[in-house]
């Protein structure tokens, strides 16, 4: 666990059980905080150790969850005693076009079968980031997530039951631009600031849903018709008992499918142009790759 090493050179004490001490109450009163995050795809020969930091940590600040991101989803069931708030980091855009979320389906069943919330990891970087280091020329081999895309994967998750979203770039977003990782690759501050610009648009969107993911409503999976494909719709109410239906396409194949709304919901229109209302409460949808659609009242 080289990560809590790194902490213990930064925050001093003997011992890594001195050096979270040590952190937590440094921290546990500032306003920004939202969780402890002890599991960064820690593996199993390693999960005492994670329970028993998730322990001290709980004792320490009660009010803070501890949440971790795995990438072995076999391994989720066993980590539920190690962390608060499960997380996952499917990132399955890569060479492939067009992309598919099979590796997304994956991780969600483990979240399920763990028993436990969800935080989970949406990719916005491309793998060319990781693949070219050594190598300039590899990285445009690798495809650089589309606004659709990214917004399909947090909408499929959030369909699966993730409440919390921390999306995930290699290439640091927080600066105007880390001309030391970009510019071998032949990015730009334009290509930058273009990527900026998509994630402060799923920020808002994720801003904009919030009341339906964080209602005390549970989630209503609805059944889908497809001719082709695999997509996944689920019906979510606000505290105000205002519906609202997302629909996202696992892909890679166009599912050209056919929803239809449960009775008693009022007439909807669709955000993103991947649906259309064919009969009142009967929607077609279509659209390949990855792609989330968001219907709302009129």
Not at 51 to 77: K, M
Not at 170 to 198: S, V
Request: proline share 9%; with cysteine.
């Amino acid at each position: 666990m080289e990560e809590g090493r790194n902490f213990q050179r930064v925050f001093g004490g003997e011992d890594l059980t001195e050096t979270t001490r040590r952190i937590v109450t440094a921290l546990r009163e500032h306003p920004a905080l939202l969780a402890w995050y002890i599991n960064d795809e820690v593996p199993l020969e390693d999960l005492k150790a994670v329970e028993e930091r998730r322990l001290q940590v709980n004792q320490l600040d009660p009010r803070h969850p501890t949440w971790g991101v795995l990438c072995d989803y076999a391994e989720a069931p066993f980590f539920a005693t190690a962390q608060d708030v499960m997380g996952v980091d499917p990132y399955p855009i890569m060479r492939k076009s067009p992309s598919d979320q099979k590796r997304c389906v994956e991780a969600m069943d483990a979240v399920e079968r763990s028993g436990q919330p969800c935080w989970s990891v949406p990719q916005i970087f491309t793998y060319g980031i990781y693949k070219a280091r050594k190598d300039p020329e590899v990285y445009h081999r690798f495809l650089v997530p589309t606004l659709e895309q990214e917004r399909g994967l947090i909408l499929y998750q959030a369909i699966r039951g993730a409440k919390g979203f921390i999306l995930y770039s290699f290439a640091d977003l927080k600066r105007p631009y880390q001309e030391e990782y970009l510019k071998p690759f032949g990015e730009t501050r334009e290509d930058f600031l273009r990527r900026w610009e998509e994630t402060k648009t799923l920020a808002t969107l994720l801003k904009e849903i919030a009341p339906w993911l964080l209602s005390d409503t549970p989630l209503q999976l609805l059944p889908l018709e497809t001719e082709d494909g695999e997509a996944a719709a689920a019906l979510f109410h606000d505290a105000q008992g205002t519906p609202m239906v997302l629909l996202a396409n696992i892909g890679p194949e166009d599912p050209q499918g056919t929803l239809v709304l449960p009775p008693g919901l009022p007439p909807m229109k669709a955000r993103f142009g991947h649906a259309v209302e064919t009969t009142p409460g009967t929607w077609r949808f279509s659209g390949e790759d990855i792609w989330g659609e968001l219907l709302t009242p009129l």
